[in-house]
């Protein structure tokens, strides 16, 4: 079992930046492929960024590509996603997510956390 617990969110004016973090705690939980998925007002979630447990396979959506960074520190056990450049379209809850499997299809993933709110004004 894993327990993840996001922080971070919060409201920002287009172009501006946001990261969040996760903290994950429970067995082997620094063994488990990360990722973030999120969520907007009356769409499906929506795959963003995974990050292997070492931290050697990335990948992106296409839609955040270029303006957001997931990285991990393992010692910390934490799991983090720089947003840069953010619009309006970013606006959603944003969750984080663990699995041993390396997945980009957001139902996919096994554990989940209780999601952080990143509102962007335009």
């Known amino acids: 079992q894993v327990q993840l617990a996001e922080s971070g969110g919060g409201l920002v004016q287009a172009g501006g930046s946001l990261r969040l973090s996760c903290a994950a705690s429970?067995?082997?939980?620094?063994?488990?492929?990360m990722g973030w998925i999120r969520q907007a007002p009356g769409k499906e979630r929506e795959f963003v960024a995974v990050?292997?447990?070492?931290?050697?396979?990335?990948y992106y959506a296409g839609s955040v590509k270029g303006r957001f960074t997931i990285s991990r520190d393992n010692a910390k056990n934490t799991v983090y996603l720089q947003m840069n450049s953010l619009k309006p379209e970013d606006t959603a809850v944003y969750y984080c997510?663990?699995?041993?499997?390396?997945?980009?299809?957001?139902?996919?993933?096994?554990?989940w956390g209780q999601g952080t709110q990143v509102t962007v004004s335009s």
């Open positions: 997510a663990a699995d041993p499997n390396l997945y980009t299809i957001a139902r996919l993933f096994r554990y």
């Open positions: 429970g067995r082997t939980s620094s063994t488990y492929n």
């Open positions: 990050i292997s447990w070492r931290g050697d396979s990335i």
